[in-house]
């Protein structure tokens, strides 16, 4: 039979047909900018609600934990968007996390994964997550995991010296910034497959140094398990080449703080948005 519907639009009509609200009156809720802690049935996560650019805005948003399907949700319709900074480009990143964030001085983990962690004892091991997102109106937006990579191990905030390490999966008219320094192939497993990515690899030194490794296929759904340590490995290679600011030695002492998972959304020029994704099996695995 033809496939007549993708899951991204099926997921909508969802949205469409059944409202604005989520699925089930006893789930965990944000209905602002904020966070909270959950219990998935795999790790221990903090949701934010992070619109860290947006000055106000109108309209509804929302971010739910399911615990009966072990999905955290995100909703947004806004509209009127002002922005605090319009050179800081994008609105916001609303996300799910594990381990410590240094903007929240907030986190947990567990024995799976102990973080923070000095890059140089970062374990052989998997991030795994299944998402479907979806938007409308070309909504600039990217599906992206992150990690801070910090001098110290319960920092408070990112600044020189330290780095930003960004892994993209998917991206619409968004791009990241700084410069293409690199290509490199590392593999992920893509719906249970081992299969080879070609990333793009872009270097920044602004107020910290960050790195973006971006997909060279756009991926708009699936499930995937991504080897966060083969990307630490070649950052020390991009860091050497690339950073006026932290050697080697510097970098093997550094920690790695957090793993995050969200989807960076808008321009200056983007004043309302229309959006929203699902994240479910989280579990962190050794190679």
Same mark, same amino acid.
């Given at each position: 039979m033809k496939k007549i519907f993708s899951y991204p639009i099926f997921i909508f009509l969802l949205f469409f047909i059944l409202g604005l609200t989520p699925k089930y009156k006893d789930a965990f809720i944000l209905t602002k900018p904020s966070l909270g802690d959950v219990k998935t049935n795999n790790l221990p996560l903090t949701l934010e609600l992070n619109f860290w650019n947006i000055e106000r805005y109108e309209g509804e948003t929302w971010m739910a934990f399911y615990k009966q399907e072990d999905t955290v949700e995100f909703y947004a319709d806004i509209k009127n968007i002002v922005l605090r900074d319009r050179? &800081? *480009? %994008?609105?916001?990143?609303p996300e799910v996390y594990y381990g410590y964030k240094p903007w929240s001085s907030h986190g947990t983990s567990i024995e799976k994964l102990i973080l923070p962690i000095k890059t140089s004892e970062f374990p052989d091991v998997y991030f795994g997550v299944k998402y479907s997102i979806w938007y409308e109106k070309n909504l600039?937006?990217?599906f992206a995991m992150e990690t801070w990579i910090t001098r110290e191990p319960n920092q408070n905030s990112v600044s020189s010296g330290d780095i930003e390490m960004m892994v993209w999966l998917y991206a619409n008219r968004l791009g990241p910034a700084g410069r293409k320094v &690199?290509? %490199?192939k590392i593999p992920i497993i893509l719906n249970g497959v081992i299969k080879m990515i070609t990333w @793009? %690899?872009?270097?920044?030194s602004g107020s *910290? @140094?960050?790195v973006t490794y971006k997909s060279k296929e756009? +991926? +708009?759904e699936g499930e995937v398990n991504i080897p966060i340590k083969e990307f630490l490995k070649n950052l020390k290679d991009i860091i050497k080449s690339n950073s006026s600011r932290i050697t080697l030695e510097k970098y093997e002492n550094m920690y790695v703080t957090v793993w995050e998972v969200g989807t960076e959304f808008g321009d200056p020029y983007t004043r309302e948005a229309k959006f929203g994704w699902s994240f479910s099996n989280f579990n962190i695995e050794k190679k």
């Open positions: 050179n &800081s *480009w %994008v609105h916001g990143y600039p937006l990217n &690199s290509e %490199v @793009d %690899v872009y270097f920044n *910290w @140094d960050y756009n +991926i +708009i």
